[in-house]
Nanobody
Framework: VQLQASGGGLVQPGGSLRLSCAASGFTLDDYAIGWFRQAPGKEREGVSCSSSSSSGGNTYSADSVKGRFTISKDNAKNTLYLQMNNLKPEDTAVYYC???????????????????WGKGTLVTVSS
């Protein structure tokens, strides 16, 4: 199981960015998926998570990003995405994609973390 995140960079406040995470070695659609972030000096935070398609594809997003961030996936490409709009300086962090095949509620996975992780990609929101 491998996950490879990409798409981070420097963006101005109010701008948009889309993160991608290519999965290999497993079928993404069979797993719960999620994006997490860790800002300097802060604990890791679950940003947006989604259950597997067989579990309904239910999504959960942190209050701080609701209405701005959207998690999605392309099953044909076995890739998950995080579309981030109206970015704010407080969104600056290293972002990680993750996946999990355990039968655990999505909101719990989004809080405690998942069992497979990709390397992070840095997002910096600054003027």
């Amino acid at each position: 199981v491998q996950l490879q995140a990409s798409g981070g960079g420097l963006v101005q406040p109010g701008g948009s960015l889309r993160l991608s995470c290519a999965a290999s070695g497993f079928t993404l659609d069979d797993y719960a998926i999620g994006w997490f972030r860790q800002a300097p000096g802060k604990e890791r935070e679950g940003v947006s998570c989604s259950s597997s398609s067989s579990s309904g594809g239910n999504t959960y997003s942190a209050d701080s990003v609701k209405g701005r961030f959207t998690i999605s996936k392309d099953n044909a490409k076995n890739t998950l995405y995080l579309q981030m709009n109206n970015l704010k300086p407080e969104d600056t962090a290293v972002y990680y994609c993750a996946a999990d095949n355990r039968s655990i509620a999505t909101v719990i996975l989004c809080f405690y973390g998942m069992n497979y992780w990709g390397k992070g990609t840095l997002v910096t929101v600054s003027s």
